[in-house]
């Protein structure tokens, strides 16, 4: 099944960090910074190999980052979905791989998840939430993320991706990614998720690092092929107060035989 190269540039999903506003990072492998209003979103992230097969998958490491606040240092808006369109000329491999389930890693804590699940885990980074509760400064919290494979079935494949903050707040956050087969034009693939809320809505990921391990029990589990010289992602993003945004991020590559 084909998805997209850049689907961890848009795994600020899984941290709850988005994109607002229009903005197009083509080429250059430097952060972009979009600003609507008072909010200000900066991302960046690629994939090594640069140089890839025009006709063949090539295995690829992905890493992403990124970071939301709001100019006047006030508590940003969560996003709750994050809706994902990506380059047809890549493929996710989850055939083979370990898979976990979505029960095993809620309520659990990072050692306790990886105790369960640790097979199945498929990318590691780090995130920070900030919590604001009425008539307080924001906190700050960071913590470890990770991402796990939960297998595919009927076309679908879907990923879990984990964190758990501890002080002063408590509690595991799952967030579930489904990746399904999409012609649309450039894109070929749709990956949709779902970001619980954090503390009933008091808490909005603002800073996040994320990075897919380029082999997994022997399988690469995303590849890439180069045809024109360069991957695409489309992002949609719905936050909390009901604002929808959207972005696309380009990335270059080098068409080799």
């Not at 991402?147 to 879907?158: A, D």
Request: hydrophobic letters at 40%; aromatic letters at 4%; glycine letters at 12%.
């Amino acid at each position: 099944m084909r998805k997209h190269v850049l689907l961890v540039l848009a795994l600020g999903a899984l941290a709850a960090v988005s994109v607002v506003g229009i903005a197009t990072a083509a080429g250059g492998e430097g952060p972009v910074t979009v600003k609507v209003g008072n909010l200000e979103l900066t991302a960046n992230g690629g994939f090594t190999p640069k140089a890839l097969s025009k006709t063949k998958q090539t295995p690829i490491e992905l890493k992403a980052e990124g970071s939301v606040n709001e100019a006047d240092g006030s508590h940003p808006p969560a996003v709750r979905e994050l809706i994902i369109e990506g380059d047809k000329n890549a493929e996710v491999h989850v055939k083979g791989l370990p898979t976990c389930k979505s029960g095993q890693l809620q309520a659990t804590d990072t050692a306790a998840a990886e105790k369960a699940c640790g097979p199945a885990l498929i990318g590691k980074g780090n995130v920070t939430a900030q919590v604001a509760f009425a008539e307080q400064k924001p906190i700050d919290v960071p913590t470890v993320l990770q991402l796990y494979n939960g297998g595919e079935k009927g076309g679908k494949i879907t990923w879990y991706a984990h964190a758990y903050f501890s002080n002063p707040i408590s509690g595991a956050i799952v967030t579930t990614v489904t990746i399904t087969k999409h012609k649309h034009g450039r894109f070929g693939t749709l990956a949709v998720a779902k970001i619980p809320q954090i503390t009933g809505g008091s808490g909005s990921t603002i800073s996040f690092n994320l990075s897919i391990l380029k082999l997994v029990k022997g399988i690469n589990p995303i590849s890439a092929k180069c045809t024109d010289g360069k991957l695409k992602v489309h992002v949609q993003a719905k936050f909390e107060d009901g604002t929808k945004a959207e972005t696309e991020i380009v990335r270059a590559c080098t068409p080799k035989k």
